[in-house]
């Protein structure tokens, strides 16, 4: 079945420092990825859709240039959080879908981010 | 107002019986679709089961299946003979106008935490 590939699985960093987190279709292509945030014990977040060859959609409130997204190619798409900060601690969820409106997201297994 | 809506934070359920999660959707497109995904403690998002607002039947994925009920918006989730491994948060999505392609985000609820006892 269709996989995404989310790298990496966890990661700690410094307050200030900046983290990229990738996001790979692995068997099929995504024009459309979307990244999400998550708080423990609460819902998905849509953060942002991410097109490929063009410009992401941010959602109202996040900034954008704090959270960049780079969708390169149809396989690849990476968030990278800039000058992070402890607020920025999250889980970060990628996801994509194939076929029809009728397709299901095709999550990656998150990115435990830690700032200290 | 929330589109999506589950009423159930937390249900709990003896390991071998049934459970009825709860989801209600407003939308005001005819064409729509809706999705169940469970979130075991790990985080991965696992999807379990679609809907199509046009679907003449209910969905049935295995022991997953969907009771549409579209007069009334709702789109529960039926678990039968629960299993200890069923114990995770569910979250009821829908996309609007799925005909325009899968490009559409998914509009999520806020989730229901489910244990399943031994």
């Known amino acids: 079945g269709a996989v995404v590939s989310q790298h990496p699985s966890w990661v700690i960093c410094k307050s200030g420092t900046s983290v990229k987190i990738e996001c790979r279709s692995l068997d099929f292509q995504a024009t459309t990825m979307f990244w999400y945030r998550q708080f423990p014990k609460q819902s998905l977040m849509l953060m942002a859709t991410?097109?490929?060859?063009?410009?992401?959609?941010?959602e109202q409130g996040v900034e954008k240039d704090k959270f960049l997204i780079n969708h390169a190619s149809l396989t690849l798409s990476t968030l990278t959080v800039t000058s992070a900060h402890p607020e920025d601690s999250s889980f970060y969820i990628c996801s994509a879908s194939f076929g029809t409106g009728s397709s299901p997201l095709h999550f990656g297994n998150g990115t435990r981010l830690t700032v200290t | 107002a929330q589109k999506i809506t589950q009423t159930q934070p937390g249900m709990f359920v003896q390991e071998k019986e049934a459970v009825t999660l709860d989801c209600t959707y407003d939308?005001?497109?005819?064409?729509?679709?809706l999705f169940w995904y469970k979130q075991p403690s790990s985080g991965e998002m696992i999807f379990l089961i679609y809907q199509g607002s046009y679907d003449q039947q209910n969905a049935t994925e295995g022991r997953y299946s969907l009771n549409f009920q579209k007069a009334r918006k709702s789109a529960n989730l039926v678990i039968s003979a629960s299993q200890l491994g069923d114990s995770a948060m569910y979250f009821c999505a829908m996309r609007e106008g799925p005909h325009a392609g899968n490009n559409r985000k998914l509009i999520w609820g806020l989730g229901t935490s489910l244990a399943v006892n031994p």
């Open positions: 991410s097109n490929e060859g063009s410009k992401a959609t941010y």
């Open positions: 939308t005001s497109d005819p064409s729509y679709g």
